[in-house]
C-alpha cells in the first residue's frame, strides 16, 4: 500500500481507521488491485515514474460521511481527491493531480434528488451519470431532455464542474452554464450552499442561479475549493421539433462572410444547435475510412494555408465541390424552425454562389427507430457509440488507447481560423509536429470557436514523451498567438495555467491566496488546475 | 493463425471461463479477490466481424444465451445489463474488439466485478491472428493446454467479466 507523500505510516493508519468508521470498512479502497482500478486509463505518463496514481481510496454515502472523511482527513493532513464517476477520459479520469491522495470517490451518491417537469429542472448528486438522469427522465415519462456530452457516461456533475458540452442548444450545451445551485463540503466539514440554496427553506434555489451578493459558484469548477455534494442544473423542455439546413459556398475566403453571418445567427438565438463546419473540397472533417488526399489536393491545401488561394479555388470548381459548407441546427415550434431556416437562406445568399440544402423536419420525441438511427446527442440520448470507432483499418492500423485534447479556444472569424491554421501549420513544419493540413473550428462554445487537436495516448513510453513535447510545444505557440486551452487533463494543468499569466501571474496568486484561506491544510485536490496549496508550492514557480 | 484457430481460441476461453467457476483471480485483481462461481447470463459477440459471428454461433449450439453488438454496447449496457446488474452481479463473456470490452469492463467495477480472464487476438499479416492470454497462472495453463498460445497482442478479444468477492482492507 503506497502512502501519502509526507503523511507517517502511523497517521496514514489512523485515518483509514477513521474513514471506515465513517463510511464502513467495505468502502475503504487499499489493496493494489482496488487502487489499480483509479488509474488514468488515458494517462500521457502510463507506466512511467511520473504518472499520478492514488495511495487509496474512500466512498461515502452521503453528505454526513463525507463531512466525516473531510474532517478526518484535515486531522492526519491526507490529501483527498474527489471524482464524481472518474470518467472524464482525456481529462484526467479517476486519478488524482497529486499521487498518493486518496480518492474521494462519490459514485455511490448517486440519487437523481429531484426532476421538476413544469420548471425544467433537475437536482443531483455526484455519481449521477447522464444515463442515470436520462432513464429516470424517461421513466418518469416527462417531456424533458437532457444535454449530453459524447461519451455520455460521465457523471451530471463532474462534467459540469469540469466545464464540459454537450450538444443541444446554446443554453444547456454549456454544461456548466446550465447549473443552477451547488451544495459544497467545505474542506473543514462545513456545508455550503451557494446562489438561492444560501436562504433557509429558499423556493427557489433551482430556479434563480446568483442569489444574492457575490456569485461564488464559478471558484467550485476546475479548482479544489471545495467537495460538491448537489447541483441543479436547468434542462431543456423537450422541443416540438427538429430541422437542419446545410449551406455550401464556392471559394476559400468565402468562410469569412460565412462565419460572420453564422455569428449573427447564433448570437441572435435564430439557430440554436451546434453548428458544424466542413471543407467538401477538402474532404474534412476526413472519415476513419476516406481514401488519401491526393498529392495534388494536399499541396493546394499548403498553399491555401498560406493564403494562396487561388489554386485550390480552381481544383474546387473543376471537381464541383464546395470551398465550405455549415449545417445549422434548429430546436423550437416546427413552424418556426422552418422561418428561421428560411432567413438564414436570406442571409446566407448574399454569399455569392451560395446554395442551400434542406434537411428533413423531425416532429419529437422521437420513435424508437429513429432514436435508433439520429446522431443521439443532438436529442439528449447518452451513448457510448463512440468507442465502437477507432477499430483498425487502412488509415488507422494500430489503434490507441485514447486521446488528449490539445484544444486552444480561438476567435470566432475566418481570419482567425486562417491565421490559426497557419501558425499551427508552421509550427509543425518547424518542430516537426504532428499538425493536420487544415483544422476546422468547432462551434461547442458561444461567441468563440475550439480548436481540437486529439493526440494518442499509447501504452509505449517513447511515443508518449514525444507527444507531450509536442502538446507542450503548442500550448507555448498558442498562447504566444492569445489562444488559450479550456480544459486539459492534469499532466498539462500546471502548464496551461502558466500561461494565464496577466499581471504577474495575478489569476494564480489570487487563487492561491483563496485556496491558502479555505484550505489550509490543503487536503483537497491538490494541484488541480495548477492550485497548489502552500506547503506544495515551493520549488514548483 | 487463421479464422478458425481463434474461433476455437474465443471458444476455449470462454467455456474454460464457464466450466471452470470457483477459484479464479482475474488478471487486473491477482491478489486475494476472488471470483465467485456465477453461470454466464450472455455471451456477447461483436458481429461486424466474421470470426466473432462464427464464435456467436458455436456458443449459441453450446445452449449459451448469444448477444450481437455492432461495436456499440449501448442499448446492451442500457436495456439488459444494467437492470439485471441492478438485481445482482451475473458473469459475462464475449468475443469483441477492445471498445466495447473497455466500456464493459468499467462499467462491470461498479457492480463488484472484474475481467477475470482476457485473450488478446493480434491482427497479424494477411489477416491471420495471433493471441496473447492473461489470467490467473493455472487457468492460464489450462488455456495453454486448449491450445490457446501467448505470443502476439491484439485486435479480437475473448474475455470474461463476473463477479468477485473483494477482502476488506483492513
Redesign the interface.
Known amino acids: 500500500m503506497k502512502t501519502p507523500p509526507g503523511v507517517s505510516a502511523t497517521d496514514f493508519a489512523a485515518a483509514?481507521?477513521q474513514f471506515?468508521a465513517a463510511v464502513g470498512?467495505?468502502w475503504?479502497?487499499?489493496?493494489?488491485?482496488?487502487v489499480?482500478?483509479y488509474r488514468d486509463?488515458y494517462s500521457p505518463f502510463w507506466g512511467e515514474p511520473e504518472e499520478r496514481v492514488a495511495a487509496?481510496a474512500v466512498a461515502p454515502g452521503s453528505v454526513e460521511q463525507v463531512q466525516a472523511v473531510v474532517r478526518a482527513a484535515n486531522r492526519y493532513k491526507i490529501p483527498l481527491y474527489p471524482i464524481s464517476t472518474g470518467?472524464n477520459l482525456g481529462y484526467g479520469g479517476s486519478a488524482p493531480n497529486y499521487s498518493g491522495s486518496v480518492v474521494l470517490d462519490l459514485?455511490r451518491m448517486n440519487r437523481v434528488l429531484e426532476v421538476n417537469e413544469r420548471s425544467a429542472y433537475a437536482l443531483v448528486e455526484p455519481g449521477v451519470s447522464y444515463?442515470d438522469l436520462y432513464?429516470y427522465i424517461q421513466e418518469q415519462g416527462l417531456r424533458l431532455m437532457v444535454d449530453v456530452p459524447d461519451p455520455g457516461?460521465g457523471g451530471v456533475m463532474g462534467n459540469a464542474l469540469d466545464r464540459g458540452g454537450g450538444y443541444t442548444t446554446h443554453q444547456f450545451r454549456n454544461h456548466f452554464d446550465a447549473h443552477c445551485g451547488m451544495e459544497i463540503v467545505l474542506a473543514d466539514g462545513e456545508i455550503l450552499r451557494t446562489g438561492m440554496g444560501a436562504m433557509p427553506g429558499s423556493k427557489t434555489w433551482q430556479q434563480y442561479k446568483s442569489g444574492f451578493g457575490p456569485w461564488v459558484d464559478g471558484i467550485f469548477s476546475q479548482s479544489n475549493f471545495g467537495v460538491v455534494t448537489k447541483m441543479g442544473f436547468w434542462l431543456m423542455p423537450e422541443p416540438d421539433a427538429y430541422l437542419t439546413g446545410v449551406v455550401l459556398v464556392p471559394r476559400h475566403d468565402d468562410l469569412i462572410p460565412l462565419i460572420d453571418i453564422l455569428n449573427y445567427l447564433e448570437s441572435s438565438r435564430v439557430c440554436q444547435g451546434i453548428s458544424e463546419l466542413s471543407s467538401p473540397v477538402m474532404g474534412l472533417p476526413a472519415a476513419d475510412d476516406a481514401p488519401p488526399v491526393s498529392p495534388e489536393l494536399a499541396a493546394l491545401i499548403v498553399k491555401a494555408v498560406e493564403r494562396d488561394t487561388r489554386g485550390l479555388d480552381e481544383f474546387a470548381a473543376r471537381k464541383g465541390r464546395a470551398a465550405w459548407s455549415c449545417t445549422l441546427k434548429f430546436y423550437g415550434p416546427a413552424k418556426a424552425l422552418q422561418a428561421q431556416w428560411e432567413f438564414a437562406k436570406d442571409k446566407f445568399a448574399q454569399i455569392r454562389g451560395s446554395t442551400f440544402v434542406d434537411g428533413a423536419l423531425i416532429k419529437l420525441p422521437l420513435s424508437a427507430e429513429q432514436k435508433e438511427k439520429a446522431h443521439k446527442v443532438e436529442f439528449g440520448i447518452?451513448?457510448?457509440?463512440i468507442?465502437?470507432?477507432?477499430?483498425?483499418n487502412a488509415n488507422n492500423p494500430t489503434?490507441t488507447n485514447g486521446h488528449q485534447w490539445f484544444s486552444p479556444i480561438i476567435p470566432r472569424s475566418g481570419e482567425d481560423v486562417f491565421e490559426a491554421n497557419r501558425v499551427f501549420a508552421q509550427a509543425g513544419r518547424e518542430y516537426g509536429l504532428p499538425v493536420p493540413p487544415f483544422s476546422l473550428p468547432f462551434c461547442f462554445w458561444e461567441r468563440s470557436f475550439l480548436f481540437l487537436f486529439g493526440f494518442p495516448v499509447t501504452h509505449d513510453v517513447e511515443k508518449n514523451k514525444k507527444t507531450r513535447a509536442a502538446f507542450t510545444q503548442l500550448v507555448r505557440i498558442a498562447a504566444d498567438h492569445g489562444w488559450g486551452e479550456y480544459r486539459t487533463a492534469p499532466a498539462y494543468q500546471d502548464l496551461i495555467m502558466s500561461t494565464y499569466s496577466f499581471n504577474n501571474h495575478a489569476l494564480l496568486r489570487f487563487l492561491e491566496r483563496l485556496k491558502d484561506a479555505v484550505d489550509p491544510h490543503g487536503i483537497l485536490s491538490a494541484g488541480r488546475y495548477g492550485i497548489w496549496p502552500k506547503h506544495l508550492r515551493e520549488g514548483r514557480q | 493463425m487463421n479464422r478458425r484457430e481463434i474461433l476455437q481460441g474465443g471458444i476455449a476461453a470462454t467455456t474454460l471461463s464457464i466450466v471452470g467457476g470457483a477459484g479464479w483471480t482475474p488478471s487486473s485483481v491477482s491478489g486475494d479477490a476472488r471470483p465467485q462461481s456465477l453461470p454466464v447470463y450472455k455471451v456477447i459477440f461483436d458481429q461486424r466481424v466474421a470470426e466473432a459471428r462464427e464464435f456467436g454461433r458455436e456458443m449459441l449450439q453450446l445452449g449459451l444465451a448469444v448477444q450481437p453488438i455492432d461495436g456499440d454496447m449501448t442499448n446492451l449496457w442500457y436495456d439488459d445489463l444494467y437492470p439485471r446488474w441492478r438485481q445482482s452481479p451475473v458473469a459475462i463473456a464475449g468475443l469483441t474488439a477492445h471498445g466495447p470490452l473497455f466500456c464493459l469492463e468499467r462499467l462491470a467495477w461498479d457492480f463488484g466485478m472484474r475481467v477475470v480472464l482476457r485473450t488478446d487476438h493480434q491482427r497479424a499479416a494477411k489477416g491471420s491472428f495471433g493471441r496473447a492470454l492473461t489470467g490467473q497462472v493455472s487457468l492460464l495453463q489450462a488455456a495453454a493446454g486448449a491450445g490457446l498460445a501467448d505470443d502476439e497482442p491484439d485486435a479480437l478479444i475473448s474475455w470474461v467479466i463476473a463477479p468477485v468477492t473483494r477482502p476488506l482492507s483492513t
Do not use: M
Open positions: 483509514l481507521g471506515e470498512k467495505e475503504v479502497f487499499t489493496s493494489d488491485e482496488d489499480a482500478l486509463a487509496a470518467r459514485k444515463f432513464r457516461w447518452p451513448n457510448l457509440s468507442f465502437s470507432l477507432g477499430a483498425r489503434p
